[in-house]
């Protein structure tokens, strides 16, 4: 079995798997971090979001095999990469109560730092084109909360 090297939250990991598993499945099964989530598969719910060098993937739509040499971020390390203890959008989130059920809540907000991260004055449109999908409806305080974590981060 194949054997792939990345940066996971800071940190050096290996993993043997297939090259096609989704990269989701040896990131909570194999490598035990649990943030991102399943929901769909298919690319729809995004649930799973998360970044890879930066930029908002879904781990269950990415190869394993795309992950080797790379770098990865989870809702777990997203507070690493900014001074505090917390990232302004996780920040924003708390401040809004945005969370009801919370399953969503990690890959929408790691799809919220990814777009703040390249559009610092999102639009309405913006937001509602990156929105996730949220089974219990919260998205009027996630747009609200994006909006503060765009003031924070200006």
Same mark, same amino acid.
């Given at each position: 079995?194949?054997?792939?090297?990345?940066?996971?939250?800071?940190?050096? *990991? =290996?993993?043997?798997?297939?090259? =096609?598993?989704? !990269?989701? &499945?040896?990131?909570?099964? %194999?490598?035990?971090?649990?943030?991102? %989530?399943?929901?769909? #598969?298919?690319?729809?719910? %995004?649930?799973?979001?998360?970044?890879? /060098? #930066?930029?908002?993937?879904? @781990?269950? /739509?990415?190869?394993?095999?795309? @992950?080797?040499?790379?770098? *990865?971020?989870?809702?777990? #390390?997203?507070?690493?990469?900014?001074?505090?203890? @917390?990232?302004?959008? +996780?920040?924003? &989130?708390?401040?809004?109560?945005?969370? +009801?059920?919370?399953?969503? +809540?990690?890959? +929408?907000?790691?799809?919220? !730092?990814?777009? @703040?991260?390249? =559009?610092?004055?999102?639009?309405?449109?913006?937001?509602?084109?990156?929105?996730? *999908?949220?089974?219990? #409806?919260?998205?009027?305080?996630?747009?609200?909360?994006? %909006? *503060?974590?765009?003031?924070?981060?200006?």
């Amino acid at each position: 079995m194949p054997s792939y090297s990345f940066q996971l939250n800071g940190k050096t *990991v =290996n993993v043997d798997a297939p090259a =096609n598993l989704p !990269a989701l &499945w040896a990131i909570r099964d %194999k490598l035990g971090v649990t943030g991102p %989530k399943y929901g769909c #598969g298919i690319n729809v719910c %995004k649930a799973c979001t998360s970044h890879l /060098n #930066g930029a908002a993937v879904q @781990l269950c /739509n990415t190869a394993t095999s795309d @992950l080797d040499g790379q770098t *990865v971020t989870t809702i777990e #390390g997203l507070a690493d990469t900014v001074p505090g203890d @917390l990232h302004p959008v +996780q920040e924003a &989130w708390i401040e809004n109560d945005v969370a +009801q059920c919370g399953y969503c +809540q990690p890959g +929408q907000i790691m799809s919220a !730092a990814a777009m @703040l991260a390249t =559009n610092p004055n999102p639009t309405d449109a913006d937001i509602d084109a990156m929105i996730n *999908v949220c089974r219990c #409806g919260s998205y009027f305080r996630i747009r609200e909360a994006i %909006k *503060v974590a765009a003031a924070k981060m200006r």
